[in-house]
């Protein structure tokens, strides 16, 4: 059988340090080279191969699927919305000239079979309808971030047209991790929670009470990833970015789940420029055509993980006394 290869770029990102993980476990270590920007985690870069790489680089990028013979990309380097709105010129820059070059270097590449680009719930907008918001509507986003997924989803789209590159992707809600800290996304609060849960007992929230948002959990994103990448070609029928859900929750529903768990716990509210960010974006997503196509469905529901969340983190934090 043949054996493939796998680069994950931005592979200390939250969602690339497991996916990297995940994939070194599916495949072998050796098989799955980890790139990113710097060593900045040791773990993942003496866990196995690890290439320096700056994807707005092309030519180093083109050389490393030359040297390691890849067949495989997932490409997740990007700025989040809260550090793309500081820095928006090098979000245009790293999300939009990134993906341009791992695209191209893939196209005149035939060994590379499939390419996977994160997409997100930022490509919606004020204008999005916010209950169960469909697959194809209205996409108008309010953040640089967004804007820069919303042209990714099509660039991968027609890419995938013009030249039959086989580029898949998910547009993920916020996503819950206990493995990696928080990367500069609106959604940070649900991860940051749990951990001053544990370490402070109280916790002061940057959005306010009600804002609800549509998340998932780790494992379920994961899940969603791979099923995607493994699913036959012949039953995607969505080339730009498919819709992908776990659950919805609010802040006050995640500190009730926490409380039922810790009883003593606190929270309190203090929205900040983050608020306005949170209240663009849908409530709730309608992902019926993830689940026709490739047969999607989430194992987790709010106070599963927030069961899973403490267990996890108490064995890695300094706890309250």
Request: with cysteine; proline share 7%.
């Amino acid at each position: 059988m043949h054996t493939e290869n796998f680069l994950v770029i931005g592979s200390e990102g939250q969602l690339g340090t497991e996916i990297t993980a995940s994939l070194r476990l599916r495949h072998g270590v050796d098989q799955v080279i980890a790139a990113d920007l710097g060593p900045a985690n040791p773990e993942l870069h003496e866990a196995g191969p690890y290439v320096s790489l700056n994807v707005t680089d092309a030519k180093t990028l083109g050389e490393i699927l030359d040297k390691y013979k890849i067949s495989q990309v997932y490409h997740l380097a990007a700025l989040l919305s809260v550090t793309g709105e500081k820095n928006p010129q090098l979000a245009w820059h790293v999300n939009m000239d990134g993906l341009l070059n791992v695209l191209e270097a893939c196209r005149v590449r035939p060994a590379v079979s499939k390419v996977f680009f994160p997409s997100s719930i930022a490509v919606f907008g004020p204008h999005t309808p916010g209950i169960a918001t469909p697959q194809f509507t209205a996409a108008d986003p309010a953040t640089i971030y967004g804007i820069t997924k919303l042209a990714g989803e099509h660039l991968c789209e027609w890419y995938f047209r013009k030249y039959g590159l086989d580029v898949r992707s998910l547009r993920y809600p916020g996503i819950v991790s206990y493995k990696a800290m928080p990367g500069g996304g609106t959604t940070d609060y649900a991860i940051d929670i749990y951990r001053h849960a544990l370490t402070e007992g109280k916790y002061t929230c940057y959005l306010g009470p009600d804002s609800r948002m549509p998340m998932m959990y780790m494992p379920d994103t994961l899940k969603a990833t791979f099923d995607l990448m493994d699913a036959d070609a012949s039953k995607l029928s969505i080339r730009s970015a498919y819709n992908i859900a776990g659950f919805s929750f609010t802040p006050a529903e995640i500190a009730a789940s926490i409380q039922a768990n810790m009883p003593g716990f606190k929270i309190g509210y203090a929205p900040d420029f983050r608020q306005q960010i949170a209240d663009s974006w849908p409530d709730s997503i309608d992902d019926s055509l993830a689940r026709a196509d490739w047969g999607w469905k989430p194992d987790y529901n709010l106070d599963a993980m927030t069961v899973d969340m403490l267990a996890n983190l108490a064995e890695l934090l300094p706890l309250k006394a």
